[in-house]
């Protein structure tokens, strides 16, 4: 076949390092995109840079990684499974040492719902986590009005960020984790696996056939000699992990948006609450419009594609190999 034996453990820990540092190095953005897509009514923010920007001056720098711990728990196996998987369906799907276009969608499909059992709970908290910060700043727009003179009604902005000495009670992981098991049961944790399953399987299917691809252009033009080889595949593969990252990530935007409100449990004043996956449709075109569910989109992929690129260039350096092999 004239292709490497996948070996499981060290495609575990490749997947689990990647997702440690990719994390670590896009979390801010991730947590300004739940912010983005959660505004319904009340502007809070502006974009992306407004949100940064607020975000640090109301709960300063370490407010914009609020979720992270969560994240980076829980993100070393769902990469781990996500990249593992991938390879392992492809190598059984192959033929000859050859992969033909369905069976790299396939894999992908495989790939992506393998991720759901973890993936889900781990966005469940942290969408909780990194929400609470853009409630806390709408609260006092949703006091009670004091009467006004006659005249024309101001326009409805969002208010000052707020001081350190007036910042509520921040809620926690474990705090979250408990009433909803205590409530809900283990479903609580749940809560979104459709959504979620419908926005990783299609990300997957684009995503690993387009680096395949990509990453496969990189390797042609090597030459074949294998110290040139291995470099040229570190900075294709990184290249290829950023571009189809970034191509899928806003190809499966709407479904994160649909995504993201399912699994927000606390609703800001007048915001809409929703009973599965084809409300929450059919209410954000009826009140927002169809560009609300573009909501985001830069953001995800300048969070997805920096996340994939470090994480494929982290995945063919083959950590997981030299771990191994220093403790064989």
């Known amino acids: 076949m004239g292709e490497k034996r996948v070996s499981l453990p060290a495609k575990l820990i490749n997947g689990g390092v990647a997702g440690l540092v990719g994390v670590t190095c896009v979390f801010p ?9 959660n505004q319904q009514g009340i502007q809070v923010y502006k974009g ?33 499974i996500k990249l593992a998987a991938n390879d392992v369906f492809r190598q059984q ?7 033909p276009l369905w069976g790299e969608v396939l894999a992908g499909c495989g790939a992506g719902t393998c991720q759901v059992v973890v993936t889900t709970p781990m966005e469940m908290l942290k969408i909780q986590l990194q929400d609470a910060g853009r409630l806390a700043a709408q609260r006092p727009v949703a006091a009670p009005a004091q009467p006004a003179a006659p005249g024309p009604a101001p326009p409805l902005v969002a208010p000052p960020p707020q001081t350190q000495s007036s910042r509520p009670q921040r809620p926690s992981a ?14 609580g944790l749940y809560r979104g696996a459709g959504a979620t399953l419908m926005r990783d399987v299609p990300f997957s299917m684009i995503y690993f056939p387009l680096f395949a ?16 080889q291995a470099q040229a595949s570190f900075w294709q593969s990184f290249m290829a992990g950023c571009c189809a990252g970034s191509v899928a990530a806003v190809a499966v ?9 399912l699994q927000t449990l606390q609703k800001g004043e007048g915001e809409d609450t929703y009973r599965g996956i084809l409300d929450c449709t059919r209410r954000i075109m009826r009140r ?17 594609a920096p996340l994939f690129g470090i994480a494929q260039g982290v995945y063919f350096l083959g950590v997981g190999e030299m771990v191994l092999g220093l403790l064989g």
């Open 288 to 304: 927002e419009g169809p560009s609300a569910f573009l909501k985001g989109a830069t953001c995800r992929a300048l969070v997805i």
């Open 253 to 261: 935007t709407p479904l994160d948006v649909i995504k993201t409100r």
């Open 48 to 80: 992306m840079f407004d949100c940064l920007a607020k975000t640090i001056r109301s709960e300063g720098y370490f407010g914009c990684y609020r979720g992270a711990a969560v994240n980076l728990t829980l993100v070393t196996p769902e990469k781990a």
């Open 93 to 99: 799907l192959s033929k000859d040492g050859r992969l």
């Open 29 to 37: 953005i991730d947590l300004a995109k739940t912010r983005l897509q």
């Open 213 to 228: 691809n990509l990453n496969a252009l990189g390797r042609e033009s090597a030459g074949g000699q294998a110290d040139v």
């Open 174 to 187: 474990t705090g979250i984790t408990v009433e909803l098991l205590k409530t809900r049961g283990l479903t």
